[in-house]
């Protein structure tokens, strides 16, 4: 082999990587633009799933919140709630959202039954069919909106083995959660003053 013939071969060889390298290069500021917007990323057999824009999106509804749960100073119930699960975020981010979850949950429920006297009690009425019953009524779109979202998350935080969170969008979605729960307490005090 003279050394035409090898600088030729090495020039085919060198050729594709050198245009993906050279397209990466080029391309960094819209492959990083839109990197938080990927959902899944797919290769082979194996899957990647991605939380951060909904887990942002849940941060800045957080600042977004006319009242937030440390606003809520004569509530010492729900301020004991919120200093708990902050500080089980710190163990186990994971519990926190589940038990977070759990607190918007029952007040929900409790929601319902004063909103809803005539639903049985004892009967089992699941987190979706309780948001639809007080949509409209008890909350307004965006509320729905945001308890979606957290439930997506919640279930996420309970069915992928590997989810992981930073503690920042931790402590949104438990105050998040907590405020909605708060909301939910007061218009339910409010229904029973007015009854």
Do not use: C
């Not at 500080?87 to 029952?106: G, M, N, V």
């Not at 503690?167 to 229904?191: Q, W």
């Amino acid at each position: 082999m003279d050394w035409k013939t090898f600088i030729a071969n090495l020039v085919a060889s060198l050729a594709w990587p050198l245009v993906v390298i050279g397209a990466l290069f080029f391309l960094k500021d819209v492959i990083t633009a839109s990197f938080p917007r990927i959902k899944k990323l797919k290769f082979s057999n194996s899957e990647l799933e991605f939380f951060q824009e909904e887990i942002n999106q849940i941060a800045n509804d957080a600042i977004n919140l006319k009242s937030s749960i440390k606003d809520e100073a004569n509530n010492t119930e729900l301020a004991r709630q919120y200093d708990f699960l902050i500080r089980l975020s710190q163990l186990s981010p994971r519990s926190a959202i589940l038990e977070s979850f759990r607190i918007l949950e029952t007040a929900l429920y409790k929601a319902v039954t004063k909103h809803f006297p005539d639903v049985e009690r004892g009967r089992s009425i699941s987190p979706v069919e309780a948001v639809r019953m007080l949509q409209g009524k008890v909350l307004d779109k965006e509320q729905y909106r945001q308890i979606q979202r957290l439930r997506h998350i919640r279930n996420e935080a309970a069915h992928v083995d590997d989810f992981a969170l930073s503690d920042m969008p931790v402590e949104s979605y438990i105050d998040v959660a907590l405020s909605i729960a708060a909301r939910l307490d007061e218009m339910g005090e409010k229904h029973n003053k007015a009854n």
